[in-house]
């Protein structure tokens, strides 16, 4: 248990001022908007980047973003322990250095596949900040102070936000200038906010965890973990471009599940794995798990397939498009303000059932939409209800999380949700961009290429609502009638 039982702070403030307190919070806060931004700034221009690199098809255009989250997710597993031997500020500036370089590169792009692997590239320094963010933070405020879940639920608002707000920089250049200025920009923006980390964050916050060793770092594991997640997830997204026809992809596809079971074998072999084989033995925390990837994937799909369909389908600007996906904003602020509230006297199950249902009525909504423009009647709530699932389901998994696993298993285990989150996004437009490919009649039915990849979404919500009502539980309940 966490030192809750002393009233006063266990150590001295790491801030010389509350100034400094304040800037920390917005540096830290800003990284998650910059990590969904990464998203948003491409979504929204991603019309203007497939015309000027002959990319045509959703199936193309899908691995835009899929490549950023798939790296994302997979460095993920490893950034955290990084951050422990090596110091979270030190690898949380490589963050962001790493995603101004490969920015920077995105906008000189002129091929898909540099672009492809430019945007996969950025994804690892999202993968560095993400995991980092949260420690520095964790390690920052005393256990539930006012001023930690202040910190944190600034972080969770600035997620939702950075989807629209990305891509309010990405379609702010592509229809005024060029969309590679959106990508220079952001380059510049990482420089600024690195160089605001190492002048912001104390050294006390940042610094690695005293006693680890690198002989201890779990080499094996990550090498056959990274290699295995990103096969797995390669093989989905590029079978939606060329067909499960090709042979390449059932191989990458066979190699990539090989590298995860030697990954899984591996886990109980070494002394600091990067994913502890007992966190599967935890009550709670495998339902947790699957509930958070199916809903997840529901919602890349609505993120995804809505903004095109804005585009693609009812022909809007982009900037037009992002207008139209406000929303997401004003429901990600009623959602986070809202669960502080009652997070702690109701049961966390609850909570993360209506996430899912979130996710489910989002993609419900859209599949009804037609060629004609009803934004007031199914865009609008759409975009407003379904932001739920991201903001409610985070609270409620960190909960949960908590609750079933050690303490010392803690790290590893939010590590491996935003792994979870990531890759779920890159799992499900794979999977998504597959099922579009099957049903819009060769691109001559555009409507039914979107409503395919709702359904999609549909049923992954479902499933991950029917594991949280039957295999979830908060035992913080227990024994209460």
């Known amino acids: 248990m966490s030192n809750s039982g002393s009233p006063i702070s266990p150590e001295p403030s790491h801030f010389s001022s509350p100034l400094q307190e304040v800037l920390f919070i917005l540096v830290i806060g800003l990284s998650q908007l910059f990590s969904v931004g990464g ?78 692997v430019a945007r996969a590239m950025t994804g690892i320094g999202n993968g560095a900040l993400v995991p980092n963010s949260f420690a520095l933070l964790a390690r920052a405020f005393p256990p539930f102070s006012t001023k930690k879940n202040i910190a944190f639920a600034f972080l969770g608002f600035c997620a939702p936000s950075g989807y629209i707000f990305g891509g309010l920089i990405g379609a702010a ?47 094996i594991g990550t090498c056959t973990g990274i290699t295995g997640l990103v096969l797995f997830a390669f093989a989905w997204n590029q079978a939606s471009v060329v067909g499960w026809h090709e042979p390449y992809t059932y191989a990458l596809l066979i190699v990539g599940i090989l590298f995860t079971i030697i990954f899984v074998i591996s886990q109980s072999r070494v002394s600091a794995p990067v994913l502890p084989n007992s966190l599967w033995t935890r009550k709670g925390f495998a339902p947790v798990v699957a509930a958070m990837f199916f809903g997840w994937m529901s919602f890349s799909i ?48 609850y909570i993360f059932g209506v996430s899912m249902f979130s996710f489910l009525i989002g993609n419900l909504l ?74 819009n009649q060769g691109g001559r039915d555009v409507v039914m290429g979107f409503r395919g990849p709702y359904w999609l979404g549909i049923g992954f919500a479902a499933v991950g609502l029917i594991i949280v009502v039957v295999f979830v539980r908060d035992h913080r309940f227990d024994g209460q009638g």
């Not at 160089?195 to 690695?208: F, K, R």
């Open 39 to 116: 998203i948003g700034n491409t979504a929204f221009s991603v019309q203007h980047i497939g015309g000027a690199l002959n990319a045509s098809s959703n199936a193309q255009t899908s691995w835009f973003l899929a490549a950023y989250a798939l790296c994302s997710g997979v460095f993920v597993l490893v950034a955290g322990r990084l951050g422990d031997h090596f110091g979270h500020k030190s690898v949380f500036i490589f963050g962001w250095i790493w995603m101004a370089i490969w920015s920077l590169i995105s906008g000189f792009a002129h091929s898909v596949i540099l672009f492809d």
């Open 173 to 219: 250049f592509a229809e005024n200038v060029t969309w590679r200025w959106g990508y220079w920009f952001w380059a510049i923006g990482c420089l600024v906010l690195g160089l605001a980390t190492a002048v912001i964050v104390p050294h006390s916050v940042g610094s690695p965890i005293p006693g680890l060793s690198l002989r201890q770092f779990d080499y």
């Open 302 to 349: 609505f993120l995804y397939y809505t903004t095109t369909f804005i585009l693609d389908v009812h022909h809007k600007l982009p900037l037009s498009a992002v207008a139209e996906m406000v929303p997401l904003v004003i429901g990600g602020f009623f959602a986070t303000a809202s669960v502080g509230g009652f997070i702690a006297r109701v049961p966390a199950q």
């Open 366 to 439: 859209m599949s009804f939409a037609p060629y004609s423009e009803v934004y007031w009647a199914l865009i609008f709530p759409a975009c407003l209800l379904v932001v739920g699932g991201p903001d409610l389901s985070f609270a409620s998994s960190g909960i949960l999380i908590t609750n079933a696993v050690l303490p010392e298993e803690q790290g590893a285990a939010g590590s491996f949700i935003s792994t979870v989150v990531q890759y779920a996004i890159a799992i499900g437009l794979g999977i998504a961009a597959t099922v579009e490919a099957h049903v």
